[in-house]
């Protein structure tokens, strides 16, 4: 096996320096054979270039992406604080309030799945990046599932497409909550139930998150909805079409609210 590989090295050896001198004879024979030579390696060199420099760009984007996602929480946790201070100075507002109580800390997503009935996401962001459980996780089109696991660097996320999870949410027209779940067949759509019968439904309408936990800030948009139906005589049962695509998700922010602890230690003492 070692006399083959050592022919093997033998032959490619001889193979390059038999064209090197071939290179070499034709540029010395004459003009046009050099002018040739000398174009066709340029030709090489270009694209040779080319190629390299698409490698380190596409390398620095991950560093781009990383530093726009960290402008993009800054700017989002900006809005949410002027929502707030709209909100607090009695001004109507149409996105997120109570803004103080959160701070956003991106991620980028690594694995993802849309089809179990029991969906989950890891992204980039551990322990040391001050993650933890139990911490809500949104992105600018809507809410996308919550923290159950952490290492130093990684989290896995209980996704909002999971048969077991129900979470409260506003019909944004009005003001009426929902409880919203997913029925595990489509990842664009989810339902929402409890709607009374005489709250007033159409098509289109907004669904936004209701705030009534600790984990999520209110009125962010969630979907539209996109059909209802009467479920059990007494309450509506809405489709809703999602903003955010599931199938597609790269980043997304965990949501830091600074009285998680609070309210969590308020809800055992109550039981």
């Not at 390059?16 to 390696?41: C, D, H, P, T, Y």
């Not at 459980?133 to 809410?143: E, Q």
């Not at 695509?245 to 308020?266: N, P, T």
């Given at each position: 096996m070692r006399r083959r590989s050592d022919r093997i090295y033998l032959t490619v050896t001889v193979f390059i320096i038999l064209e090197a001198v071939s290179a070499f004879m034709i540029f010395r024979s004459g003009a046009v054979q050099k002018?040739?030579?000398?174009?066709?390696?340029?030709?090489?060199s270009d694209y040779v270039e080319d190629r390299w420099s698409k490698v380190l760009y596409w390398f620095s984007l991950k560093d781009v992406n990383r530093d726009l996602m960290k402008v993009n929480a800054a700017l989002i946790a900006r809005n949410m604080k002027l929502m707030n201070h709209l909100e607090r100075i009695g001004m109507p507002h149409d996105s997120v309030a109570?803004?103080?109580?959160?701070?956003?800390?991106?991620?980028?997503?690594?694995?993802n799945s849309v089809g179990r009935l029991h969906n989950y996401l890891i992204v980039d962001k551990g322990e040391d990046d001050g993650i933890r459980t139990d911490m809500g996780v949104i992105t600018n089109?809507?809410?996308?599932?919550?923290?159950?696991?952490?290492?130093?660097?990684?989290?896995?996320?209980?996704s909002m497409l999971d048969t077991d999870t129900r979470f409260s949410v506003i019909l944004k027209r009005n003001g009426t909550f929902g409880t919203m779940y997913w029925k595990g067949t489509d990842p664009t759509r989810m339902a929402v139930m409890d709607i009374p019968v005489h709250t007033p439904v159409s098509e289109g309408d907004t669904?936004?998150?209701?705030?009534?936990?600790?984990?999520?800030p209110s009125g962010i948009p969630i979907g539209t909805i996109s059909a209802f139906s009467l479920n059990d005589g007494i309450n509506y049962e809405l489709e809703v079409e999602l903003f955010e695509d599931f199938r597609s998700l790269k980043y997304v922010y965990v949501v830091d609210s600074q009285d998680a602890?609070?309210?969590?230690?308020?809800k055992i003492e109550s039981r």
């Amino acid at each position: 096996m070692r006399r083959r590989s050592d022919r093997i090295y033998l032959t490619v050896t001889v193979f390059i320096i038999l064209e090197a001198v071939s290179a070499f004879m034709i540029f010395r024979s004459g003009a046009v054979q050099k002018n040739v030579l000398v174009a066709s390696m340029r030709v090489c060199s270009d694209y040779v270039e080319d190629r390299w420099s698409k490698v380190l760009y596409w390398f620095s984007l991950k560093d781009v992406n990383r530093d726009l996602m960290k402008v993009n929480a800054a700017l989002i946790a900006r809005n949410m604080k002027l929502m707030n201070h709209l909100e607090r100075i009695g001004m109507p507002h149409d996105s997120v309030a109570d803004s103080d109580r959160y701070n956003l800390i991106p991620a980028m997503v690594i694995s993802n799945s849309v089809g179990r009935l029991h969906n989950y996401l890891i992204v980039d962001k551990g322990e040391d990046d001050g993650i933890r459980t139990d911490m809500g996780v949104i992105t600018n089109s809507g809410l996308i599932g919550s923290v159950v696991a952490v290492s130093s660097r990684y989290s896995r996320i209980v996704s909002m497409l999971d048969t077991d999870t129900r979470f409260s949410v506003i019909l944004k027209r009005n003001g009426t909550f929902g409880t919203m779940y997913w029925k595990g067949t489509d990842p664009t759509r989810m339902a929402v139930m409890d709607i009374p019968v005489h709250t007033p439904v159409s098509e289109g309408d907004t669904i936004i998150s209701s705030g009534y936990s600790a984990f999520f800030p209110s009125g962010i948009p969630i979907g539209t909805i996109s059909a209802f139906s009467l479920n059990d005589g007494i309450n509506y049962e809405l489709e809703v079409e999602l903003f955010e695509d599931f199938r597609s998700l790269k980043y997304v922010y965990v949501v830091d609210s600074q009285d998680a602890a609070e309210i969590a230690g308020l809800k055992i003492e109550s039981r």
